[in-house]
């Protein structure tokens, strides 16, 4: 066992970057995920500061104060363009809303529009422009249906700050939100790819020294035995990293990743990105002589499927152009199936068939890049 012994002897030696990069990989995914809940979970209508220039001195205008002050701030500030200008442009005040003499009759049921000033280059005061058109066509619907414009005016003011409730339909078991550890395993193939490709192309590269190579050739251990002790020695690492990654999830979310009866199909899913992530450090350590390269390939190799294929950005929000293409990389396939997980507890006809695509398709890059390695490596020996 003397190659699979200096296999693991070299692999020792990055053990160091091994961790450095599961840190990395741990901070990213739980930061991540905690700003998505909390973003997620603590919307609310914004509030800003704002005047209104009552020049009506009437009952709509009145009510449209009224209404505005239910969601903003409103300053008092005389009307005076210049002082309105100065404190716009010290942000004591991002919106002005000026309400012009006959208002109810200019602006209620004529076709002018309500002047209004807002700090340039904002996109704040789009809200409250939205809050106005409702109020104006809430009292025009009610007043043209019978109602005076008193109890229109109340009706809408009252009607006004109350929120909507939001149930999501709990398709998951997590409320309709996605899982916390779903967040975890979305990151997972970057790591895997990361860790896998940089640790083992540096020992590709040590074993086809010349003078380790002549001594293994000249060794009493057959060439059949050196390959089948470097392929344990793959297979040892790769386990060795899966374990370490898939029991981050056990250790920090616990309970909530037990209970969650697709747990088993997330462990599936990244033991088959760990072995298209040990097909791609083999295909790499064949194409890669030199030291100095390992870092920008495998960046390229990495970040460059995270960023196309739903690691970092998630793949709804990625264009059709975009994903079309990423379906030509096996990350895709790996998220895809993250995804179903994430969202779903029982799956359809159609989506266990999409479950077996992407595993099967994730299966299929693994064996394609190990079969080019092999095809690169036996021309190479041939040469």
């Known amino acids: 066992m003397t190659v699979f ?9 990055n053990i ?28 609310q209508p ?19 104060t009224a209404f505005l002050e239910q969601f903003h701030t409103l300053v008092d500030i005389p009307d005076d363009v210049s002082i309105l200008q100065d404190r716009m442009f010290y942000r004591d005040i991002y919106y002005v809303v000026t309400i012009p003499e006959s208002f109810e009759e200019r602006c209620l049921y004529g076709e002018e529009l309500l002047p209004v000033t807002k700090v340039p280059g904002s996109n704040s005061g789009f809200y409250v422009d939205q809050q106005i058109d409702t109020f104006l066509n809430d009292v025009r619907i009610l007043t043209e249906s019978g109602f005076t414009l008193t109890d229109a005016i109340e009706d809408v003011i009252e009607n006004g700050d109350d929120m909507p409730e939001v149930t999501l339909l709990d398709k998951n078991g997590h409320g309709g939100d996605s899982p916390d550890h779903a967040f975890m395993f979305q990151y997972m193939p ?29 060794s009493a251990v057959p060439v059949q035995s050196q390959n089948l002790q470097l392929v344990l020695g793959y297979i040892l690492v790769g386990i060795f990293v899966w374990g370490i990654c898939t029991s981050m999830p056990f250790m920090i979310y616990g309970k909530s990743f037990l209970a969650d009866p697709n747990m088993p199909f997330y462990l599936l899913n990244s033991f088959l990105m760990t072995l298209v992530s040990l097909s791609l450090a083999f295909l790499s350590g064949t194409l890669i002589r030199r030291e100095e390269l390992v870092s920008a390939v495998v960046n390229v190799l990495s ?18 152009g975009v994903r079309t293409a990423a379906q030509f990389l096996p990350v895709y396939w790996y998220e895809t199936v993250n995804g179903l997980l994430a969202n779903n507890v029982s799956f359809s006809h159609s989506q266990q068939l999409s479950l077996l695509a992407g595993y099967g398709l994730q299966l299929l890059f693994a064996a394609v890049f190990i079969g080019v390695g092999l095809v690169i490596s036996r021309n190479r020996q041939a040469v």
Do not use: W
Not at 33 to 42: F, G
Not at 50 to 60: A, C, M, P, Q, S
């Open 5 to 13: 012994r200096g296999f693991l002897m070299i692999t020792k030696r």
């Open 16 to 43: 160091h970057m091994m961790f450095l990069y599961i840190v990395i990989f741990l901070a990213i995914a739980v930061a991540v995920q905690k700003t998505t809940k909390d973003t997620s979970s603590s919307f």
């Open 46 to 64: 914004e509030s800003l500061n704002i005047t209104v220039i009552d020049r009506d001195k009437g009952e709509l205008a009145r009510g449209l």
């Open 190 to 218: 970057y790591i895997l790819i990361s860790i896998l490709c940089y640790a083992l192309t540096y020992i590709m590269i040590a074993f086809r020294n010349p003078d380790v190579k002549r001594r293994m050739m000249c």
């Open 303 to 320: 970040l460059g499927m995270s960023f196309l294929c739903g690691v970092f950005v998630d793949l709804d929000i990625l264009n059709k």
